[in-house]
């Protein structure tokens, strides 16, 4: 089937803004990841579901960020009153098993985010 | 925190050569991950070592981790202009839930 997809591709936004950035995992994948990867850098974990249990958010910068799995499957990351620091490219990623750690993570396309 | 560096940051090497990256852990890891990312692309994975000592090898790439689980290698045999990317390794320690990815090397191959 599909493979991880991300919405939007690209986002722009004004210092201050929300904005809300939406990953569709593999279908039936129980582990769900986002990443921020800031430019010549590489992926930095954020959070962690394991259906729709966040097991771990001790990457989030701040409480600016707040990420939902609600149903298991489409997970959203938002970010409030957005800072120029938050530009980076927001990576979902999702893996089949449970346990994860013995799993590969399947990586989606990314979310560009600009904040102006 | 865990701490994975990678060197070299950079290398360009011309199509024919070999090419070796090597990555650094602060802490012992569980296991190892490496992945590829084409640019303006996203990581792609390659493989998973577990076992201390483990190599594991994929058509002309050769993964190794080391004897103690803190550091592990990537090396590419004759490159083509298709190995061009950044190769990230990427590491589990402990009960932690979190990959921490290394800082990546670039591999740049010309004709």
């Known amino acids: 089937g599909a493979g991880v997809s991300q919405s939007p591709r690209y986002k722009v936004a004004k210092r201050g803004q929300d904005v809300a950035l939406r990953c569709d995992p593999i279908s039936g994948h129980v582990s769900l990841f986002w990443y921020q990867q800031a430019l010549g850098q590489g992926p930095e974990f954020l959070t962690y579901f394991q259906n729709e249990a966040q097991l771990d958010k001790s990457g989030l910068p701040s409480d600016r960020f707040f990420a939902e799995r609600p149903e298991g499957s489409v997970s959203t990351l938002k970010i409030q009153r957005t800072q120029q620091e938050d530009s980076a490219v927001y990576l979902c990623?999702?893996?089949?098993?449970?346990?994860?750690?013995?799993?590969?993570?399947?990586f989606g396309p990314g979310t560009r985010l600009t904040v102006l | 925190g865990q701490q994975v560096m990678q060197i070299p940051q950079y290398q360009h090497v011309q199509e024919g050569e070999d090419f070796t990256t090597y990555c650094n852990s602060s802490t012992t890891l569980s296991n190892i991950q490496w992945y590829k990312q084409r640019p303006g692309g996203h990581p792609v994975f390659l493989i998973q070592l577990v076992k201390s000592g483990e190599v594991k090898k994929q058509k002309r790439l050769t993964f190794q981790f080391g004897e103690a689980k803190k550091n592990s290698s990537l090396h590419i045999t004759a490159t083509q202009t298709t190995d061009v990317g950044t190769y990230f390794c990427?590491?589990?320690?402990?009960?932690?839930?979190?990959?921490?990815f290394g800082t990546g090397t670039r591999l740049q191959v010309t004709l």
């Open positions: 990623a999702s893996s089949l098993a449970r346990v994860f750690r013995t799993d590969t993570q399947y």
């Open positions: 990427a590491g589990l320690s402990g009960t932690a839930s979190k990959l921490t």
